[in-house]
């Protein structure tokens, strides 16, 4: 059994999916926006959560799970079952790269850890993702990314100086996670199959959803060992660059950064207060750091008298690094997005004509693709335990009617 001819640079890797929800999920749709032949598992009875998240069409399709799904082919297996279990390891069997998400244990308690997958397959990379990791005094404890998020600093750190910590819109631990679980998976990918002639075996990666996370704060580990220093919150303004904030427009606001010496002294000019630059508050980015609530006053004194439009306009003017504040209805109708083909329409069975995501980042040779969107709960057991594990359509249905597909 052949991973299926896909577009993208990852054609010929095939990747069992049994993890649920976000960081797996996310990592895997990554892999098949590039070519990978991802076959996700879900339970026969309770499809994946996403399934049922906002906001969902007139019809109930969540379009949620029509984004995190796609180029996914999707069947349903009892991993507990002993039938099941059997199963999953002739799925694992051809597969380069297996991911799960559940609690630490589980696996190896349904006879499918990391022994049981090598056993059928060494060249195997199995992916772990868990909340805590697969070791530790935490490790069986069940663990979500908004949890991650307040463990790992990124709460306390996120907000304004005289707010609550706050935790962020998006599942940002998740969605990290899924990104350092792309990434490893790749590099196992290389050393299996090309780093110094090939070793020709996989491997375990163990990711956490807090590591990701708290790796994300460089610099930040070795203040506090040396310094005794923690990162506290800053609003919109970089603790070590300034200026740096989202300004007040007339009708609105924009972003700016201007760290750079030369880009400040053009700030300067372009608002029509040269003299900053040889203010000594303001003379280089350290003191321009500690003086910032003086300096960004001197800018937005200027922002609020202009609309969004005109401030960026006369900031650009000068060679200034500046930008909108967008929501989606601005990034939908703006020019760079279009001119980048950042949207691809796909034709769904079930919601019909809709744009979404084309694949992050472009590849100039081997571009990814979005073939279809999230698909129905086991749409494809058929077409993968008959077509490719040569099951008869008898032992299909008995497997239905036994429950374990």
Request: net charge negative; with cysteine.
């Amino acid at each position: 059994m052949t991973a299926r001819e896909r577009q993208g640079p990852l054609d010929g890797l095939r990747v069992i999916d049994m993890s649920g929800m976000i960081s797996g999920a996310f990592a895997t749709t990554m892999l098949g926006d590039f070519g990978a032949d991802v076959v996700m598992v879900e339970h026969p009875k309770v499809g994946d959560p996403i399934r049922e998240w906002p906001r969902k069409t007139e019809d109930g399709e969540s379009l949620a799970w029509k984004s995190l799904g796609r180029n996914k082919r999707c069947i349903t297996l009892d991993l507990g079952a002993d039938r099941g279990r059997d199963l999953a390891l002739d799925l694992v069997e051809d597969a380069d790269v297996v991911f799960e998400n559940f609690r630490p244990g589980t696996m190896e308690r349904w006879g499918l850890g990391p022994e049981d997958v090598h056993e059928v397959n060494e060249r195997a990379i199995m992916v772990r993702l868990s909340g805590y990791g697969q070791t530790g005094p935490k490790s069986e404890k069940p663990g979500f990314g908004t949890v991650a998020e307040g463990i790992s600093g990124w709460a306390h750190a996120n907000g304004f100086p005289d707010s609550e910590p706050l935790l962020p819109p998006i599942s940002l631990a998740d969605l990290t996670a899924a990104q350092f679980a792309l990434q490893s998976t790749l590099m196992a990918v290389f050393e299996r199959d090309v780093g110094r002639g090939g070793s020709g075996e996989g491997q375990v990666i163990d990711v956490s959803l807090t590591e990701p996370l708290w790796r994300l704060f460089f610099g930040e580990v070795e203040a506090y060992d040396r310094m005794g220093h923690t990162h506290e919150r800053t609003g919109n303004r970089h603790p070590n660059t300034a200026p740096r904030n989202i300004y007040e427009t007339a009708d609105g606001y924009m972003t700016m950064s201007a760290s750079n010496q030369k880009i400040f002294e053009r700030v300067a000019e372009a608002i029509g207060k040269p003299e900053l630059v040889d203010d000594p508050r303001f003379a280089d980015n350290s003191t321009r750091v500690e003086h910032v609530e003086a300096l960004d006053a001197e800018i937005e004194a200027w922002t609020r008298e202009r609309t969004t439009e005109a401030a960026i306009d006369v900031l650009e003017s000068h060679d200034a690094i500046v930008g909108p504040v967008y929501d989606m209805a601005d990034i939908f109708a703006d020019e760079q997005f279009q001119a980048r083909d950042s949207f691809v329409e796909v034709d769904d069975p079930d919601v019909g004509p809709i744009r979404t995501f084309a694949p992050v980042p472009k590849f100039s040779r081997t571009p990814g693709a979005v073939e279809f969107l999230g698909p129905q709960h086991g749409e494809h057991n058929v077409e993968v335990y008959g077509s490719e594990l040569g099951l008869s359509a008898a032992e299909i249905a008995t497997l239905e009617a036994d429950e374990v597909i």
